[in-house]
């Protein structure tokens, strides 16, 4: 294979940043011996290479034929054709995880003749029409920009409206399907809503996302099939218990999209027993491999388990403190990792005010689902995700609603404060989302809730599943009576060089909020000379940084765990750009 074209059969385990998270992923399980379907990669510097619009150079088409023969000598199917199809899903991969931000295109490959194939290899028409109309949904929604929401309807017909709506037919030839796939997968990079999540996380623009090309299998087969999401930990509390969600006759799009509201992962425990166990068990591997709670994308396709994807778990506030702690104590990762593990912001968003439960006696519920993500907000609810973004700017408190949300509701996400969907389950791309971002949410509040909450005042309670009706009082949390965040709160401040005191007897405290000083560029020239420093801009993360880099040895504030963790992120980064970590860093390569 070229350099352009990536194996993921284990025998290699290149970098994250060569072939994105996905992939990395999947050559790590292979290598473990777990079941995934094979699978190849084009590099993320394919993406850096690539001008959206154009067409692929001769060498991607020439990597794309070579991983193409690849699955079909390990998997014994023919690539848009023979009495045994194969068909291919082509998925984003970026080195660092934005789930749900970019494309993905599944049951790649189709035309009449595949599907009258697959329908008899299964025996089940039905099976082969449904996966069909899955692929023309897909691509027609993808690649071709068609407003297609409705996957039910036959494949002629689905076909039609593509057609109608754009002036461009879903091609028959599985190579054109395939290039144009590739082109939009590169192309969702670029995307609004890729670009407001890595402004809003501080991802690199330059990074770019791979493309992994894995042959199908499929969850809507059979009664003995399905697809679904575990987490090897609760990823809103923590526990150390396996969480998830398993959907029967269904392909994961269908969970992550909150299109269909899936079963407590129970289900499969009693329908599958040993699917249930073998799937339990290579999350324990996981977890204990890469020491940190994986979240793990699995389909049964007729009693065989498969895994089609691992990465560490976006994780509440509350969840990211527990098991940073627990995992010390456990002997996975040792304090420093600890400290690296938990973000300010989280700490910021864990300490924000919450619903008090005495306050709930005498609320009244407008809506209830599963609880997604926890804490509390309160503010304006409204479902035209422009208008959230643009009353949160002018300072008000909103609060998003949707029937189900999709990567182009990001910024609306991040804009509220608080998020709740009528569909979807606790690993949707609502759910998801928004416990990476520390929004609270409810989810699958069952329809009619956009239409009867839209332009009412509601609390949402995250962390109980409700929204109550009117703006509920929010009650702050105390940090000193919680046995993790004080360990932490010791852990960060031995890593790092800068004092954080709630109080201080030197009376020489530069406070520069009574200085005027609250934007960031006038940090450093303010507390010059400074032996300690308050205000509101140096209990940011950029206030932090601009802070140590003045000179600034010790700061004082009444919430010090924030800025101990941001000094802490600060002080290993420096690390990292040292002379010393430089040389280690080319003696390493």
């Not at 560490?312 to 304090?335: F, M, Q, T, W, Y």
């Not at 479902?383 to 910024?411: I, M, N, Q, W």
């Given at each position: 294979?070229?350099?352009?074209?990536?194996?993921?059969?284990?025998?290699?385990?290149?970098?994250?940043?060569?072939?994105?998270?996905?992939?990395?992923?999947?050559?790590?399980?292979?290598?473990?011996?777990?079941?995934?379907?094979?699978?190849?990669?084009?590099?993320?510097?394919?993406?850096?290479?690539?001008?959206?619009?154009?067409?692929?150079?001769?060498?991607?088409?020439?990597?794309?034929?070579?991983?193409?023969?690849?699955?079909?000598?390990?998997?014994?199917?023919?690539?848009?054709?023979?009495?045994?199809?194969?068909?291919?899903?082509?998925?984003?991969?970026?080195?660092?995880?934005?789930?749900?931000?970019?494309?993905?295109?599944?049951?790649?490959?189709?035309?009449?003749?595949?599907?009258?194939?697959?329908?008899?290899?299964?025996?089940?028409?039905?099976?082969?029409?449904?996966?069909?109309?899955?692929?023309?949904?897909?691509?027609?929604?993808?690649?071709?920009?068609?407003?297609?929401?409705?996957?039910?309807?036959?494949?002629?017909?689905?076909?039609?409206?593509?057609?109608?709506?754009?002036?461009?037919?879903?091609?028959?030839?599985?190579?054109?399907?395939?290039?144009?796939?590739?082109?939009?997968?590169?192309?969702?990079?670029?995307?609004?809503?890729?670009?407001?999540?890595?402004?809003?996380?501080?991802?690199?623009?330059?990074?770019?996302?791979?493309?992994?090309?894995?042959?199908?299998?499929?969850?809507?087969?059979?009664?003995?099939?399905?697809?679904?999401?575990?987490?090897?930990?609760?990823?809103?509390?923590?526990?150390?218990?396996?969480?998830?969600?398993?959907?029967?006759?269904?392909?994961?799009?269908?969970?992550?999209?909150?299109?269909?509201?899936?079963?407590?992962?129970?289900?499969?425990?009693?329908?599958?027993?040993?699917?249930?166990?073998?799937?339990?068990?290579?999350?324990?591997?996981?977890?204990?491999?890469?020491?940190?709670?994986?979240?793990?994308?699995?389909?049964?396709?007729?009693?065989?388990?498969?895994?089609?994807?691992?990465?560490?778990?976006?994780?509440?506030?509350?969840?990211?403190?527990?098991?940073?702690?627990?995992?010390?104590?456990?002997?996975?990762?040792?304090?420093?990792?600890?400290?690296?593990?938990?973000?300010?912001?989280?700490?910021?968003?864990?300490?924000?005010?919450?619903?008090?439960?005495?306050?709930?006696?005498?609320?009244?519920?407008?809506?209830?689902?599963?609880?997604?993500?926890?804490?509390?907000?309160?503010?304006?609810?409204?479902?035209?995700?422009?208008?959230?973004?643009?009353?949160?700017?002018?300072?008000?408190?909103?609060?998003?609603?949707?029937?189900?949300?999709?990567?182009?509701?990001?910024?609306?996400?991040?804009?509220?404060?608080?998020?709740?969907?009528?569909?979807?389950?606790?690993?949707?791309?609502?759910?998801?989302?928004?416990?990476?971002?520390?929004?609270?949410?409810?989810?699958?509040?069952?329809?009619?809730?956009?239409?009867?909450?839209?332009?009412?005042?509601?609390?949402?309670?995250?962390?109980?599943?409700?929204?109550?009706?009117?703006?509920?009082?929010?009650?702050?949390?105390?940090?000193?009576?919680?046995?993790?965040?004080?360990?932490?709160?010791?852990?960060?401040?031995?890593?790092?060089?800068v004092d954080v005191v709630t109080s201080t007897a030197d009376g020489d405290i530069r406070d520069l909020d009574e200085l005027g000083v609250v934007e960031v560029a006038g940090v450093e020239h303010a507390v010059a000379g400074a032996t300690a420093v308050r205000g509101g801009v140096v209990e940011t993360d950029a206030g932090v940084a601009a802070a140590i880099r003045g000179g600034v040895r010790r700061i004082v504030t009444d919430r010090p765990l924030p800025v101990l963790l941001a000094?802490?992120?600060?002080?290993?980064?420096?690390?990292?750009?040292?002379?010393?970590?430089?040389?280690?860093?080319?003696?390493?390569?």
């Amino acid at each position: 294979m070229s350099s352009w074209c990536v194996v993921l059969d284990g025998s290699e385990l290149p970098s994250r940043e060569e072939i994105g998270g996905k992939a990395w992923s999947l050559a790590r399980m292979r290598r473990l011996g777990l079941p995934c379907p094979p699978a190849f990669v084009l590099p993320t510097r394919v993406c850096r290479e690539y001008d959206a619009g154009t067409e692929l150079p001769p060498h991607v088409e020439d990597a794309l034929r070579a991983g193409v023969a690849y699955l079909e000598a390990e998997t014994g199917r023919r690539f848009g054709g023979g009495e045994q199809p194969l068909l291919l899903s082509v998925r984003s991969g970026a080195p660092v995880s934005m789930p749900g931000m970019m494309d993905t295109v599944l049951n790649l490959g189709f035309d009449d003749r595949v599907e009258r194939a697959l329908a008899a290899e299964a025996g089940d028409p039905a099976y082969a029409s449904d996966t069909h109309s899955r692929f023309v949904a897909s691509f027609g929604r993808i690649v071709l920009k068609a407003d297609v929401e409705d996957d039910t309807r036959s494949p002629q017909e689905l076909r039609q409206t593509v057609l109608a709506e754009t002036g461009r037919p879903v091609p028959d030839d599985p190579w054109e399907q395939l290039r144009e796939a590739v082109r939009a997968v590169l192309g969702s990079w670029q995307s609004r809503r890729a670009k407001a999540y890595r402004l809003h996380t501080g991802i690199p623009d330059d990074l770019g996302t791979a493309v992994t090309v894995q042959a199908m299998v499929f969850g809507n087969m059979g009664e003995d099939s399905g697809t679904g999401v575990l987490f090897s930990r609760d990823p809103m509390t923590g526990a150390a218990e396996p969480y998830g969600e398993y959907l029967p006759r269904g392909q994961g799009e269908d969970v992550v999209s909150g299109e269909r509201t899936p079963l407590p992962l129970a289900h499969l425990a009693e329908q599958l027993p040993d699917v249930h166990r073998e799937l339990l068990a290579a999350a324990r591997r996981l977890e204990a491999e890469e020491r940190d709670i994986q979240d793990i994308e699995f389909t049964v396709q007729g009693g065989t388990l498969y895994l089609l994807q691992t990465r560490a778990a976006k994780r509440s506030p509350e969840a990211a403190v527990r098991l940073a702690v627990d995992l010390v104590d456990e002997g996975l990762i040792n304090e420093d990792e600890a400290v690296a593990r938990v973000s300010a912001e989280q700490v910021r968003q864990l300490l924000r005010p919450r619903l008090d439960p005495g306050d709930r006696c005498d609320a009244i519920a407008v809506a209830t689902g599963e609880a997604a993500s926890p804490g509390a907000g309160a503010g304006l609810a409204l479902s035209d995700a422009d208008e959230v973004v643009e009353r949160a700017a002018r300072g008000e408190s909103v609060v998003f609603l949707a029937r189900t949300t999709s990567p182009e509701d990001v910024h609306a996400m991040i804009a509220a404060a608080a998020v709740c969907t009528e569909t979807g389950g606790s690993t949707s791309h609502a759910a998801v989302v928004c416990r990476g971002l520390g929004r609270p949410a409810v989810v699958g509040c069952g329809p009619g809730v956009v239409d009867g909450l839209s332009g009412r005042e509601v609390t949402v309670d995250g962390a109980l599943g409700s929204v109550f009706d009117g703006l509920l009082p929010l009650r702050s949390v105390d940090p000193e009576g919680d046995d993790r965040l004080r360990r932490l709160t010791a852990w960060a401040a031995a890593a790092t060089h800068v004092d954080v005191v709630t109080s201080t007897a030197d009376g020489d405290i530069r406070d520069l909020d009574e200085l005027g000083v609250v934007e960031v560029a006038g940090v450093e020239h303010a507390v010059a000379g400074a032996t300690a420093v308050r205000g509101g801009v140096v209990e940011t993360d950029a206030g932090v940084a601009a802070a140590i880099r003045g000179g600034v040895r010790r700061i004082v504030t009444d919430r010090p765990l924030p800025v101990l963790l941001a000094a802490a992120a600060q002080q290993r980064a420096a690390d990292a750009r040292s002379p010393l970590a430089e040389l280690g860093a080319r003696s390493a390569g």
